[in-house]
């Protein structure tokens, strides 16, 4: 009994230092605001940093449902605080884009919601990354977080990471709903991850 807890104790130990190493989940087509649309959210620490880490938000919008034609805003959030960001990579080019500390309300970045960073489609015309498309539309954010990065495994749904999304009409004018979602639903990786490695070590122990 000794030796399995001695087991659990280090694949649950690995599991916690891959989490804060890179992060990978999809979200979608079928959540509460996704409209068809699949959200894949990543981040790495940036190596030799104490707590900058890189940020990717994919966005599938092949299968949107909606009545938008463009995409204006993002946000994305994976700690509560922030001590510096920068838009490193967006569709169109970055230049395109500006960043804004906050979150989305229905008309826009906001400038409030700790911990949220959002890209800003810049120019009156378009209005946005263009979509349906069969091509992912991605943006990276480098972010030196204030404080720990959070869990895609947590129990606690406020320590979850959390994108936003606002689709435009062609003259800039949201369209159906602000896509507001936590990544993934709580314990969901965490319930996967334990599950296996619990299989596994009954494998093995019915191996002998």
């Known amino acids: 009994m000794l030796k399995l807890f001695r087991t659990l104790f280090f694949v649950c130990a690995g599991l916690l230092v891959c989490a804060t190493q890179a992060k990978a989940e999809s979200i979608g087509p079928d959540c509460n605001t996704c ?11 940036v190596d030799g940093t104490f707590d900058t ?20 805003e993002v946000a994305v959030k994976i700690s509560s605080a922030v001590d510096d960001a920068e838009l490193t990579a967006a569709p169109g080019g970055v230049e395109y884009w500006k960043l804004v500390s906050g979150g989305i309300s229905a008309n826009g970045c906001s400038g409030s919601g700790s911990g949220f960073e959002c890209s800003d489609w810049k120019l009156s015309s378009p209005f946005g990354a263009f979509l349906p498309t069969t091509d992912k539309l991605i943006w990276q954010f480098t972010i030196d977080i204030s404080g720990s990065v959070f869990d895609f495994a947590s129990t ?16 800039g004018k949201k369209v159906g709903d602000l ?15 334990v599950g296996m490695s619990l ?10």
């Open 53 to 72: 880490y890189l940020v990717t938000l994919t966005i599938d919008a092949s299968g949107y449902t909606g009545d938008g034609v463009r995409i204006d």
């Open 156 to 171: 606690n749904p406020d320590l979850l990471p959390s994108i936003k999304v606002r689709y435009v009409d062609e003259n």
């Open 35 to 45: 409209q068809g649309s699949i959200y894949s959210l990543d981040f790495t620490k």
């Open 179 to 193: 896509v507001s979602e936590k990544v993934p639903e709580p314990t969901t990786l965490m319930l996967l991850g």
């Open 199 to 208: 299989a596994a070590i009954r494998r093995r122990r019915a191996q002998r």
